[in-house]
C-alpha cells in the first residue's frame, strides 16, 4: 500500500532542487528592503515584466529557510503600486543585527518563478527607497528555450526537452525509504517495508531491492507470536509501525523495501524512463510507479504503473514473467495493457517509459507501444492536473495482483487466514527465489515536454 506524505511537497521541497533551472524565461529581480520608522518592514520588486498576476513574500526574522516553507510573516501580493509589488510588515521592528531571511515567487504568464535564499542584514542606517520605475520593462529573452508545460517541484519556467532529474545510484541522494508494516487492509502486500541492507542496497551504479522472509531476520517464533517494533516508522498509523502476532493473524512473512523521491522530487508532465531489470520469483511484484505528491488525496487515490511483470515463471498461468502490463490504477479498478513475450521480463534489462501530456498517458517498453489513455478514458481528472513522485520497490503477494483462479496460488484474497496459509506453502515458493529476484534499477530520467 502506498503511503501518501504528510505535508505537501511544495513545504518540503529543497531549494537546491528548485534553483537550478538553467533557462527560465523570466528572472526575479533583487528585492529592496526598507527598514521604516519607527517600526516596519517594507520588501519590494519592480514590476519587471508584462503579465504578472501574483508576486508571494515569504520572510523570516534570524531564522534560515532549510527548505522552500510558509515564513513566519507571508503575503500573496495581487496589486502592484506605484509600479512595485510591495509586501509591508507594520509592526516588528528589527534591530541591528538582525538577518532577515526572504524568497519570493512571481506567476508570470501562468508560470511559477522563484528568488531563492535572500537575505537582509539591518545596519544602523535605512537603505535608500527604491528608484522610480521607468516605462522601459526588461525585454523578453531570446534563445533557443522553448517554453514547457511541465512544471518541476511546483516551479515552471522550464524549458522542452531540458531533463528535470536524471538519476542514477551511486547514492540515494534525494530519495528516501518507507518503513512500515504492510497487511493492514485486504489490498496490502505481505510485506514489511523496511531499509534494512540485506532486502535494499546499491552497487556499481544500480539500486537493487530483493524481498527475503522475516524469519531470515529474525526467527520464525516472530512471525507466528513475536512483536514487531520498526525503528524509524514512517507511518502515522500505530499498527503499521507496531504489531503483534496472534492466532492466525501472524505477521507479514516478508521483508522488503520501497524508496520515493516525494522528499525532493516531483513533477507534472514530462517523459519518465526507468531503465531496470524486473524481478523473478514466485508472487513477487515489482513496483514502478508515480503517486500523487497532493496527501489530500489519500494513501489509495491512485497511481500510475510503467511496468509491472509478476515474478512467477508457471508458464500454465496467464500471470507469469513474459506477461507484462502498464497503466493506469484507480482505488479498486485499474485500467492496464498487457504485453506477452516468449522471453521473460525479468531476463534482462528493458526501458520502461510514460509521456505524461496535459491529455494522454502514452505507455511503452523499449520504443514499443503498450496503451494510451486520455483524459477522455474514465480517468480521475486529478491525473492530469496534479504533480506525481517516483516510487521504486518490491512486495510480495497481497490481495490485488494475483486473481484467485491462479493455480497453485495458497492463499485467497479475502481469506483471514491469507498471511498463514501463504506462509505456510513456503516450501513451494521459496525456493524459486534466487539472485534474480531482485528489482535492479539503473537510472530514472525525467525529461520536459
Given at each position: ?8 511537497v ?24 526598507e ?12 514590476d ?13 526574522i534570524n531564522?534560515e529557510f ?15 503600486k ?7 510588515i ?14 519570493i515567487?512571481a ?8 528568488a ?13 527607497p527604491p ?30 526537452g ?10 540515494l541522494?534525494?530519495?528516501?525509504y ?12 505481505f ?7 540485506r ?27 513475536g ?23 501472524i ?38 510507479w508515480?503517486?500523487?505528491a ?38 479498486s479498478?485499474s ?10 521480463w ?25 496503451t ?20 521504486l ?5 497481497g ?5 484467485d ?5 495458497p ?5 483471514p ?13 521459496r525456493?524459486?527465489w534466487d ?15
Amino acid at each position: 500500500m502506498s503511503r501518501a506524505p504528510g505535508v505537501a511537497v511544495v513545504v518540503v521541497a529543497f531549494g537546491l532542487l528548485l534553483s537550478d533551472v538553467k533557462c527560465q524565461k523570466y528572472e526575479v529581480p533583487e528585492a529592496t528592503v526598507e527598514i521604516l520608522k519607527p517600526r516596519g518592514i517594507k520588501i519590494s520588486i519592480p514590476d519587471f515584466v508584462e503579465h504578472i498576476s501574483l508576486v508571494a513574500f515569504h520572510v523570516n526574522i534570524n531564522e534560515e529557510f532549510q527548505t522552500l516553507a510558509h515564513g513566519h510573516y507571508a503575503q500573496d501580493v495581487v496589486k502592484k503600486k506605484d509600479g512595485r509589488w510591495t509586501y509591508h510588515i507594520p509592526l516588528i521592528k528589527p534591530k541591528q543585527g538582525d538577518v532577515i531571511y526572504y524568497w519570493i515567487y512571481a506567476i508570470i504568464e501562468g508560470l511559477g518563478y522563484h528568488a531563492l535564499d535572500k537575505s537582509y542584514t539591518v545596519t544602523e542606517g535605512s537603505p535608500p527607497p527604491p528608484p522610480p520605475v521607468t516605462p522601459d520593462r526588461i525585454p523578453d529573452p531570446s534563445g533557443p528555450c522553448q517554453s514547457s508545460s511541465s512544471t518541476k517541484n511546483r516551479q515552471g519556467g522550464l524549458c522542452r526537452g531540458q531533463i528535470m532529474l536524471h538519476k542514477t545510484f551511486d547514492n540515494l541522494d534525494g530519495w528516501s525509504y518507507e518503513v512500515f508494516i504492510g497487511g493492514s487492509h485486504l489490498d496490502d502486500e505481505f510485506t514489511v517495508f523496511t531499509k534494512d541492507s540485506r532486502v535494499s542496497w546499491l552497487d556499481n551504479g544500480k539500486l537493487y531491492i530483493q524481498p527475503i522472509m522475516m524469519e531470515e531476520r529474525y526467527s520464525e517464533a516472530l512471525v507466528n507470536i513475536g512483536t514487531l517494533n520498526l525503528e524509524g516508522c514512517t507511518s502515522p498509523i500505530p499498527e503499521e509501525c507496531s504489531r503483534q502476532a496472534t492466532g492466525f493473524l501472524i505477521l507479514p512473512p516478508v521483508m522488503s523495501a520501497r524508496v520515493k523521491s516525494k522528499n525532493s522530487f516531483s513533477f507534472r508532465y514530462g517523459t519518465v524512463e526507468i531503465r531496470a531489470k524486473l524481478p523473478r520469483g514466485d508472487w513477487i511484484v515489482p513496483e514502478l510507479w508515480l503517486e500523487p505528491a497532493n496527501s489530500n488525496l489519500g494513501a489509495n487515490w491512485g497511481r500510475m504503473v510503467l511496468g509491472m511483470a509478476r515474478g512467477n515463471t508457471d508458464v500454465a498461468t496467464t500471470e507469469n514473467n513474459r506477461l507484462l502490463e502498464a497503466g493506469v490504477l484507480m482505488n479498486s479498478s485499474s485500467q492496464y495493457s498487457q504485453l506477452t513475450r516468449d522471453v521473460r521480463w525479468g531476463q534482462d534489462f528493458h526501458t520502461y517509459r510514460l509521456v505524461w501530456s496535459h491529455d494522454r498517458l502514452e505507455f511503452s517498453v523499449d520504443g514499443q507501444p503498450l496503451t494510451t489513455l486520455t483524459s477522455n478514458s474514465g480517468l480521475k481528472s486529478s491525473f492530469f492536473t496534479e504533480e506525481f513522485y517516483i516510487t521504486l520497490g518490491v512486495h510480495v503477494a497481497g490481495g490485488r495482483d494475483f486473481p484467485d483462479s491462479m493455480r497453485n496460488k495458497p492463499w485467497k484474497n479475502t481469506h483471514p487466514k491469507r498471511f498463514v496459509n501463504f506462509w505456510l506453502d513456503k516450501q513451494s515458493w521459496r525456493p524459486t527465489w534466487d539472485k534474480d529476484s531482485a528489482l535492479q534499477i539503473e537510472s530514472v530520467k525525467v525529461t520536459a515536454l
